[in-house]
């Protein structure tokens, strides 16, 4: 993000305060408090946004002073770094909780975009907020990035297992067709979770699962089936 500043204006961290922040706490209970600023600032930023939030709403949500505070964290600009990273990487482990080698049946498939789409609705503030910082932070761009490379690489796996195994179509190219079904597949999930258009969520993965076996050109002779239940 932006040149890290040293602690509160005016005032320079002291050797104890920035060795923490450079190598984390080393108690439990530093551990604890840490995790608990992050949790704090987390559901400052979701009621109040990026740019509204100041490191004494987050200091008055944790119940601490802002000297602790400055002991774990430099500025807003740091936390909001730390816990965007923490959502990015609990994304991506969901993300990646199954086997991308087996068979992508329409039951699997079905399951895997419920598990995005549950994933996406409990992070949805987060994520939208990191697209915002991102706008003017690169680290927060790299950030989302991460996590939107993670679901296309592993959608691009899903392709060529079955283009290897003769189950989907092998003229079409892996990655660039699971660019573009994962754009669709995101892009629905913010219309729905951070623009609050309303979509029955049965109906929704039905579809969004049809269409991503359909793009994926992989063949599932029950998928016909699905379409005309549709």
Do not use: C
């Not at 450079?22 to 930023?45: K, M, N, Q, S």
């Not at 092998?170 to 994962?182: F, H, K, P, S, V």
Request: glycine share 6%; proline share 2%; charged share 25%.
């Amino acid at each position: 993000m932006a040149k890290a500043r040293t602690g509160r204006p005016g005032v320079s961290a002291s050797p104890e305060q920035q060795e923490r922040r450079e190598t984390g706490p080393l108690t439990r209970r530093g551990h604890a408090r840490r995790a608990a600023l992050l949790d704090a600032a987390r559901r400052v930023f979701e009621e109040k946004g990026f740019m509204e939030t100041r490191v004494t709403d987050i200091a008055a949500e944790a119940n601490v002073a802002q000297g602790t505070f400055y002991t774990y964290f430099d500025s807003k600009d740091a936390i909001f770094q730390a816990v965007a990273t923490r959502v990015a990487g609990e994304v991506i482990v969901e993300l990646g909780s199954s086997n991308p080698q087996g068979a992508a049946t329409y039951e699997r498939t079905y399951a895997s975009m419920k598990r995005f789409i549950d994933s996406y609705r409990r992070n949805a503030k987060i994520l939208a907020l990191i697209e915002q910082v991102g706008t003017f932070t690169p680290e927060m761009k790299q950030i989302r990035l991460q996590v939107r490379e993670a679901g296309v690489e592993r959608m691009t796996r899903i392709i060529e297992h079955h283009q290897a195994e003769g189950l989907a179509d092998d003229t079409i190219d892996a990655n660039l067709t699971a660019e573009a079904l994962g754009s669709m597949v995101d892009q629905i999930a913010h219309v729905w979770f951070n623009l609050g258009k309303e979509f029955d969520e049965q109906e929704m993965l039905h579809a969004l699962t049809l269409v991503w076996l359909r793009g994926a050109a992989i063949y599932d002779q029950k998928v016909a089936g699905q379409a005309a239940e549709a």
